[in-house]
């Protein structure tokens, strides 16, 4: 029986091996959370990126809540699965940036992880939805959708984020700004920019770029590197990194519950680090969507 206002003590436990860190994690993992009382009913291994959201799907239903492990990819492709269940969606971050284990609050190692799904709280999250689409953390127009499109798995799989960024300077020289359309119901907004970052969660690859972001505000933030050089996205990224005082000279921000966005050319976007849709977009909130494992909030929260 679970404690009052806690978190399920019998769970499926389903690991992307695929992701970065996820074969060598997975029997850790099975290991991990048996010592920390969750009793898993199934533990699946699984090599196959595109058969996770079925088994993901299947298990729903058949335990109270549902451990998914790999990368911020792996996990936006399946939390539309519990959109609006009463199984709680769990996840360790297996993979390469893991932004929505950190914009969570959740250790990025494995015994932290499991400690947050054994003796965490239930909250409930919004997802971003674009077309359709739902998502937990974030999505991307600009560069990281090239990066995205092109990155070598093996260079990502064994530099990590060294990696990502080894491979965006190199691809970073063939980008180009480009003419973005905002528009929120009231107002409308055409601006040049080099990058926009639609934020439920504040992380992008592994980084904090939208401060004031919450996964439960009921809002979605728009964050837009502006101008028409390149110079200004390096700008933004090494002031954000560095925590400096001036980093919002480079961009603006728009918060509403519902977006559309366009670019001139048309432009591919990332929803959590995967290649998902193509500009003009239509941007939503579904408030309070999901069930996640969370850790408990501390003195100061």
Partial sequence: MN??????????LIVNTRSRRGAEAFDEAVELLGASGVTLIDSRSVKDPKRIKEEVKDAIGKAPMVIVGGG???????????????????????????????????????????????????RRIDLGCIDGDYFGNSAAIGLSPMIARSVPHRLKKYLGRVGYAVWAAKVGVGFRPFRLTVEDGKTCATLWASEVRIANGGYFGGVE?????????????????????????????????????????????????????????PMDVTIDGELAKKTPIKVTVAPHAVTIAAPKPTPSD
Avoid: H, Y
């Fill in 3 to 12: 404690a009052p206002q806690g978190l399920p003590t019998e769970a499926i």
């Fill in 209 to 265: 770029l939208v401060e004031d972001a919450e996964l439960d505000s009921g809002e979605i933030i728009v964050q837009v590197v502006t101008g028409k050089s390149n110079r200004n996205l390096v700008s933004s990224w090494v002031a954000n990194m560095l925590r400096l005082r001036n980093r919002d000279q480079w961009q603006a921000e728009v918060r509403a519950k519902c977006l559309e966005i366009a670019t001139d050319p």
């Fill in 72 to 122: 911020d990819g792996t996990l936006s492709s399946t939390i539309d699965q519990f959109k609006d269940r009463e199984t709680v969606f769990a996840l360790l971050p297996l993979g390469t940036a893991n932004s929505f284990a950190r914009a969570l609050g959740i250790p990025l190692e494995l015994p932290g992880a499991v400690d947050v799904i054994a003796n965490g709280r239930p």
